[in-house]
Nanobody
Framework: HVQLVESGGGSVQAGGSLRLSCAASGYSYKSPCMGWFRRAPGKEREGVAA?????????ADAVKARFTISRENSNGILYLYLQMSSLTPEDTATYYCAADIRPLGLRQTYGYWGKGTQVTVS
């Protein structure tokens, strides 16, 4: 059973930076495909960034050139990161990490989701 735990959220002023982390454990197959999503107040959840099946990165237009997704595997735990810079109030949202054996990109049909971490930009 895959478990995803996000961390690194918080409050930041506009123009600032944050780095989100997600620790994935419990997967018995090859490293899962993973991505970041967010849900802003009053809005539907949307894809932010993800790794494609071949390791290439995919970004939503709203975050291109400002956010960077990365990952590393350490002691059997897969870590997914989201470095966010030049943050604006429009980036305020709960950010979720997602994982699946399938390369889903920014589609919403991932099988495993974390509980989210709040990012507030003022």
């Amino acid at each position: 059973h895959v478990q995803l735990v996000e961390s690194g959220g918080g409050s930041v002023q506009a123009g600032g930076s944050l780095r989100l982390s997600c620790a994935a454990s419990g997967y018995s197959y090859k490293s899962p495909c993973m991505g970041w999503f967010r849900r802003a107040p009053g809005k539907e959840r949307e894809g932010v960034a993800a790794f494609d099946y071949d390791g290439t990165t995919i970004y939503a237009d709203a975050v291109k050139a400002r956010f960077t997704i990365s990952r590393e595997n350490s002691n059997g735990i897969l870590y997914l990161y989201l470095q966010m810079s030049s943050l604006t109030p429009e980036d305020t949202a709960t950010y979720y990490c997602a994982a699946d054996i399938r390369p889903l990109g920014l589609r919403q049909t991932y099988g495993y989701w974390g509980k989210g971490t709040q990012v507030t930009v003022s």
